[in-house]
């Protein structure tokens, strides 16, 4: 199984970028499609992109087309969220998760960093 910490989580403006990492340990990354989510408050758990374990084309939802990129370093085991224009309503606690490759399945779950975009 595989291990997930997320970090670089802040409080920001609007219009600022911020940068989340997802260090991962335990089974190596490149076993694993990796997907980012996030929760607002009073809300579910909602999917912001993913990218499949090649690190290929990344897919992303509507809310964060244009603005989030997500990155992988299998030879670091890292991935990354890139957030830039920041609004708002992003503000969430953002997680990472892995699943299989292929399986589409988010089994492995991270403690989550807070994410606090002030207007």
Do not use: H
Request: hydrophobic fraction near 35%; charged fraction near 20%; include cysteine.
């Amino acid at each position: 199984q595989v291990q997930l910490v997320e970090s670089g989580g802040g409080l920001v403006q609007a219009g600022d970028s911020l940068r989340l990492s997802c260090a991962t340990s335990g089974r190596t990354v490149s076993d694993y499609d990796m997907g980012w989510f996030r929760q607002a408050p009073g809300k579910g758990r909602v999917f912001v992109g993913t990218i499949t374990w090649r690190g290929g084309s990344a897919i992303y939802a509507d809310s964060a087309k244009g603005r989030f990129t997500i990155s992988r370093d299998n030879a670091k085991n890292m991935v990354y969220l890139q957030m830039n224009s920041l609004k708002p309503e992003d503000t969430a606690v953002y997680y990472c998760a892995a699943s299989e490759r292929g399986a589409g399945v988010y089994k492995y779950w991270g403690q989550g960093t807070q994410v606090t975009v002030s207007s």
